[in-house]
């Protein structure tokens, strides 16, 4: 294991004492427990959004605190969800009097640990309402099974609900919207190389030099199949393919394409990679009205990409637009 | 009894056996932590070992910090540690276990064979309450609930013989979770591919059992069987 660190141990911390120190204009960082709010204290009479999750996924979700998005992050151990004390401390901070919103990525320990959160929040007098995202088409879906991931979608809701409710939407509608959002957006992640978590210190999985593994969430783990390396417009085409079918997409369909990358792969991957992806869309008579494209939800230095597509209404796209001031996102203010 | 003085004759449990047995258990977590990791790298994500590790070393630290009155209690402070403190599935899974574990002896000052049967059971339920797995999902229910059905089938012999029975149980229901393809937890997003790999959860589920049985057998000595 090659990596920029002291100790293993002590990696979540140690970044969190940089990530203060580097926007401190924007965050206040708390180490006992670890969570991330906005600097300035809450925002009275508004709803709070808050998500978290394992570290080694940034800039999700720290970075993501600031105007027009996150109130407060809770990064948990390495892919390990957050403790529900994080949580709740995180809850208790921002909540400014008109409720707080979960934001939760659909795995079983996340879940577990907001909804115990949740409920010590609310035993203290805290308003919470909880949204799972599950876009990873990747992962059939059903009655039986853990359900289907979250991923890249995540980043596009906490935009567009931070959105909301930094123009002061209630508790209610906010949270609808976040399912509205969750129910119209899809995600598939493939994987050129493994990844180190620092407590691990060797590679999650092994991949040949001419591997990829396809269905990947953002943990490392392993994804549904293995498959030989292909030029990049095939491999953009596996991914959004299912993508297409599963929602289903449909000519005419307004959308936001976001192709992001796995923390190891080059802009100028990509790019390339965007390039095919939006042409695919444009063929099919799908209307790419919003793009984002780069490093917002990794698996630390995995080498890989993945393809969210999110349709879009109006609301949706002025939201999208509307400001925001965040270490990893920021524009229109 | 004296608080603190173990009943080795009649197979009773005592609060000090309550902690020792948690010390072990964290003992032999760290001591099996890459071993746990590796399982969950091969169908998760390489962090229950982690986990664990965290958890069971803050639990004894817990239990030094604030030595328990009662077995209740040093199974709370241990379910309260694990829920806050660890994250990931395991944390609420085997916090909840020890919280109803704790619920269930409430108001026993030793544990005798039928408090130990109905503290594993209502441990087991609080999981699957939790975790909503059925046996054959691949997770560590798989080796807890066949561990209950033989606690409860020996509860007759003793302490020491009825853990024994379970951990045996435990040990073979961790094993039978290698062909299964897991539905619940991470592993399920593997699909076909988690068939071939034994389930990181159900083998921390036998090394806590398999720690009870030792340390009621050594408590027990060749009482045995005689409670
Ligand atoms: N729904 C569930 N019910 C019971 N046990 C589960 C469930 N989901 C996962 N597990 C257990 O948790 C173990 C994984 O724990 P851990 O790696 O610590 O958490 P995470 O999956 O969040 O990384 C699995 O091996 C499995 O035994
Ligand atoms: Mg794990």
Avoid at chain 1, 140 to 165: C, P, Q, W
Avoid at chain 1, 237 to 265: A, C, I, K
Wanted: aromatic share 4%; charged share 20%.
């Amino acid at each position: 294991m090659k990596k920029i660190i002291n100790d293993p141990e002590n990696v979540v911390e140690e970044s969190l004492r940089g990530m203060a120190m580097a926007h401190a204009d924007l965050l206040e960082v708390h180490l006992d427990p670890h969570y991330i709010v906005r600097a300035g204290g809450p925002d009275e009479g508004k709803v709070a959004v808050v998500s978290g999750g394992g570290a080694g996924h940034e800039p999700l979700h720290g970075g993501f605190v600031g105007y027009g998005m996150l109130h407060a992050a809770c990064p948990g151990a390495v892919f390990t969800s957050p403790t529900p004390d994080q949580v709740e401390a995180a809850t208790k901070a921002v909540d400014g009097g008109a409720g707080v919103l979960h934001i939760v990525k659909n795995y079983t320990g996340d879940v577990l640990n907001f909804e115990t959160a949740a409920e010590l929040a609310a035993a203290e007098g805290s308003q919470v309402e909880a949204v799972v995202i599950n876009d990873d088409v990747a992962v059939k879906d059903s009655l039986y099974t853990a359900g289907r991931r979250g991923v890249g979608g995540t980043v596009l809701a906490e935009k567009i609900v931070g959105a909301a409710a930094e123009r002061g939407d209630d508790l209610a509608s906010v949270t609808s919207l976040c399912e509205r959002v969750n129910a119209n957006v899809r995600s598939m992640g493939l994987a050129l190389t493994s990844c180190t978590v620092p407590h691990a210190g060797k590679p999650t999985f092994e991949l040949g030099e001419d591997e990829v593994e396809v269905g990947i969430g953002i943990h490392g783990e392993p994804g549904r199949e293995r498959l030989p390396i292909e030029p990049a417009d095939a491999l953009v085409d596996r991914l959004l393919n299912p993508v297409l079918e599963d929602l289903p997409f449909e000519s005419g369909s307004q959308v936001l394409l976001f192709v992001n990358g796995m923390g190891g792969t080059p802009l100028i991957e990509l790019y390339l990679a965007y390039a095919r992806a939006e042409e695919v869309l444009r063929e099919r008579g799908i209307s790419v009205q919003r793009r984002l494209v780069g490093n917002y939800i990794t698996s630390l230095e995995m080498q890989g990409m993945s393809v969210t597509l999110l349709r879009l209404d109006d609301e949706m796209t002025e939201l999208w637009d509307a400001p925001v001031h965040t270490p990893a996102l920021r524009w229109g203010r | 009894m004296a608080p603190g003085e173990s009943d080795t004759a009649g197979g009773m449990a005592t609060t000090d056996d309550v902690v020792e047995a948690v010390v072990r258990y964290a003992a032999v977590v760290s001591s099996h932590r890459q071993e746990l990791i590796d399982l969950d790298a091969a169908i998760g994500d390489a962090d229950h070992g982690e986990n664990m590790n965290r958890g069971m070393t803050a639990a004894v630290q817990a239990l030094e910090a604030d030595p328990p009155g009662s077995p209740a209690e040093a199974l709370k402070t241990v379910a309260t540690t694990l829920i806050r403190k660890v994250g990931g599935a395991a944390g609420p899974l085997y916090g909840t276990a020890f919280l109803r574990a704790s619920t269930a002896v409430q108001d026993r000052e030793t544990l005798g064979p039928d408090d130990v049967v109905t503290g594993l059971r209502a441990a087991l339920e609080g999981l699957v309450s939790r975790g909503k797995a059925e046996v054959g999902d691949k997770t560590m229910v798989d080796a807890w609930s066949p561990a209950v059905d033989a606690a409860a089938a020996a509860a007759g012999d003793g302490v020491a013989a009825l853990v024994a029975a379970a951990a045996d149980a435990a040990e073979e229901g961790m094993r039978a979770t290698t062909p299964l393809v897991a539905r619940k937890g991470r592993a399920s997003y593997l699909g076909e591919r988690s068939a071939g790999h034994q389930d990181p959860g159900a083998t921390s589920t036998a090394l806590l059992l398999r720690v009870l049985a030792d340390l009621a057998s050594e408590r027990c000595g060749s009482d045995a069987g005689t409670a």
